[in-house]
């Protein structure tokens, strides 16, 4: 089994900072990407950052310059930074991992239960 937590959320002014977690733990053999999705009411779940098992990033263009995810992999975790909060950036955070369970078997997505962010204005 293999579970996704996080944490970090919260309510923050329009121009504040937040940073999330997310750790994976349970029987695994390796993680691939690791990423984190926002939804806000109303709205479709989105692609907000995603890291790769070498490093490589992507950002939504919604957040660039303003977030910055990063991942410690002898931790299993993956980390989002966010600065200079907007209101439109109050959703909820989910984070998500591509996981490797057995020798034979591809990698699989995972989710988180996901993690509030209100940005008031």
């Known amino acids: 089994q293999v579970q996704l937590v996080e944490s970090g959320g919260g309510l923050v002014q329009a121009g504040g900072s937040l940073r999330l977690s997310c750790v994976a733990s349970?029987?695994?053999?390796?993680?691939?990407?690791m990423g984190w999705y926002r939804q806000a009411p109303g709205n479709q779940r989105e692609l907000v950052a995603i890291?790769?098992?070498?490093?490589?990033?992507k950002y939504a263009d919604s957040v660039k310059g303003r977030f910055t995810i990063s991942r410690d992999n002898a931790k299993n975790t993956v980390y989002l930074q966010l600065n200079s909060l907007k209101p439109e950036d109050t959703a909820v955070y989910s984070c998500n991992a591509g996981v490797k369970t057995t020798w034979y078997s591809g990698f699989r997505d995972y989710w988180g239960q996901g993690t509030q962010v209100t940005v008031s204005s």
């Open positions: 890291v790769t098992s070498d490093g490589r990033t």
């Open positions: 349970g029987s695994f053999l390796s993680i691939n990407a």
